[in-house]
T-cell receptor, first 113, second 114 residues
Framework: AQSVTQLDSQVPVFEEAPVELRCNYS??????LFWYVQYPNQGLQLLLK??????LVKGINGFEAEFNKSQTSFHLRKPSVHISDTAEYFC???????????FGKGTTLSVSS | DAGVIQSPRHEVTEMGQEVTLRCKPI?????LFWYRQTMMRGLELLIY????????DSGMPEDRFSAKMPNASFSTLKIQPSEPRDSAVYFC????????????FGPGTRLTVT
């Protein structure tokens, strides 16, 4: 069985500070990993994905994530956040042979000036 | 491209009434997904279609929920009869068959059942 755990439900940070949103998954087989972002009153949109290859994945808006197989983690990072990054961030996992994305509970990133 | 289109954006109805949510996927996308989002349960996959055929409906909560996809450009999610616990935001998403994991979400329908 697969599951994904987002360790922090809320992360408040100041503008221009670095941020890390944590995600751990559990799976007995290889997985694909994703981060989606949901801005207020909108649907989710893909931020970045790891399918294979380099463990450091770069996404849109300056975000990046690193796949760590030994720690079963896929943490999302940004070196300097903006007010506009305020949103809900979802980590998701899927088995390579499966079709359903399994989403974490989400982390609310609040950026203030 | 217009993206995934959902209607209505907001729906308020009384318990016991029938509710129909509508979705138009991105043109050329062969897979369509219905999700429900609540504070308590987060984002849940309800049902998934591929080439208009339902593939996995194990997430549909109970018989009051039904979904159809009569053609490649339209899908409905129906709740009959509706209950207050059905209040949630319902999202539709679509993807190309060969890249199922990159899903494009609609803006959602906020359903309130009183």
């Amino acid at each position: 069985a697969q599951s994904v755990t987002q360790l922090d439900s809320q992360v408040p940070v100041f503008e221009e500070a670095p941020v890390e949103l944590r995600c751990n998954y559990s799976s007995s087989v290889s997985v694909y990993l994703f981060w989606y972002v949901q801005y207020p009153n909108q649907g989710l949109q893909l931020l970045l994905k790891y399918l294979s290859g380099s463990t450091l994945v770069k996404g849109i808006n300056g975000f990046e994530a690193e796949f760590n197989k030994s720690q079963t983690s896929f943490h999302l990072r940004k070196p300097s956040v903006h007010i506009s990054d305020t949103a809900e961030y979802f980590c998701a996992v899927v088995h390579q042979a499966g079709t359903a994305l399994i989403f974490g509970k989400g982390t609310t990133l609040s950026v203030s000036s | 491209d217009a993206g995934v289109i959902q209607s209505p954006r907001h729906e308020v109805t009384e318990m016991g009434q029938e509710v129909t949510l509508r979705c138009k996927p991105i043109s050329g996308h062969n897979s369509l997904f219905w999700y429900r989002q609540t504070m308590m349960r987060g984002l849940e996959l309800l049902i998934y279609f591929n080439n208009n055929v339902p593939i996995d409906d194990s997430g549909m909560p109970e018989d009051r929920f039904s979904a159809k996809m009569p053609n490649a450009s339209f899908s409905t999610l129906k709740i009959q009869p509706s209950e207050p616990r059905d209040s949630a935001v319902y999202f539709c998403a679509s993807s190309l068959t060969l890249d199922l994991y990159e899903q494009y979400f609609g803006p959602g329908t906020r359903l309130t059942v009183t």
